[in-house]
T-cell receptor, first 115, second 110 residues
Framework: EAGVTQFPSHSVIEKGQTVTLRCDPI?????LYWYRRVMGKEIKFLLH????????ESGMPNNRFLAERTGGTYSTLKVQPAELEDSGVYFCASSPLASPTDTQYFGPGTRLTVL | DAKTTQPPSMDCAEGRAANLPCNHS???????VYWYRQIHSQGPQYIIHGLKNNETNEMASLIITEDRKSSTLILPHATLRDTAVYYC???????????FGTGTRLQVFP
């Protein structure tokens, strides 16, 4: 069974540009989560999808971040325009819908560098 | 903020048991204790979780005190590949998000 995949693995952009990160969850997992770790900080929750609906977006830092999950399969996280402080590693995780305590399985992350 | 407290770092000799402590004195009755680890720059990896009973799987054992205010993750025979940052996480009641703290950096040496 394939795990959570993320694309790209690395992205280097200039301040003010737009970047879109993609996450493909484990097949059949209805829950999809985005987290990120910025330099020197702890891993922080961004938002949670249940299928195509946003269940909890309390961790989204500001309106420069837009997450979508059309069709309830893969998800994208767009940063527009990117700022220096957005640099970090963005993780995606997924879990089944069966139980709220189900394990979240993480992808390898996308390392974003904003210059 | 994280609801757990862990030592920042620990060392363990290869082949010996690694015992990683975690304090979660404000845990609620319906909150689970989860352990994840992050090896180098990979994504966090699930290890084990429990509510109040001790748990064991192929990776580790989880010992939770009777008052549930602390727990210990045990890697019975640590290997060099177990070198990682280990996170003890209390699952937020009513939501699914994981709140990561600073974790414990475990260094396994030969």
């Amino acid at each position: 069974e394939a795990g959570v995949t993320q694309f790209p693995s690395h992205s280097v952009i200039e301040k003010g540009q737009t970047v879109t990160l993609r996450c493909d969850p484990i097949s059949g997992h209805d829950n999809l989560y985005w987290y990120r770790r910025v330099m020197g900080k702890e891993i922080k929750f961004l938002l949670h999808f249940v299928k195509e609906s946003k269940q909890d977006e309390s961790g989204m830092p500001n309106n420069r971040f837009l997450a979508e999950r059309t069709g309830g399969t893969y998800s994208t996280l767009k940063v527009q325009p990117a700022e220096l402080e957005d640099s970090g590693v963005y993780f995606c995780a997924s879990s089944p819908l069966a139980s709220p305590t189900d394990t979240q399985y993480f992808g390898p992350g996308t390392r974003l560098t904003v210059l | 903020d994280a609801k757990t407290t862990q030592p920042p770092s620990m060392d363990c000799a290869e082949g010996r048991a690694a015992n990683l402590p975690c304090n979660h004195s404000t845990i609620s009755g319906n909150e689970y204790v989860y352990w994840y680890r992050q090896i180098h720059s990979q994504g966090p990896q699930y290890i084990i979780h429990g509510l109040k009973n001790n748990e064991t799987n192929e990776m580790a054992s989880l010992i939770i005190t009777e008052d549930r205010k602390s727990s210990t993750l045990i890697l019975p025979h640590a290997t060099l590949r177990d070198t990682a940052v280990y996170y003890c996480i209390v699952r937020v009641g009513g939501t699914d998000k994981l709140i990561f703290g600073t974790g414990t950096r475990l260094q396994v040496f030969p």
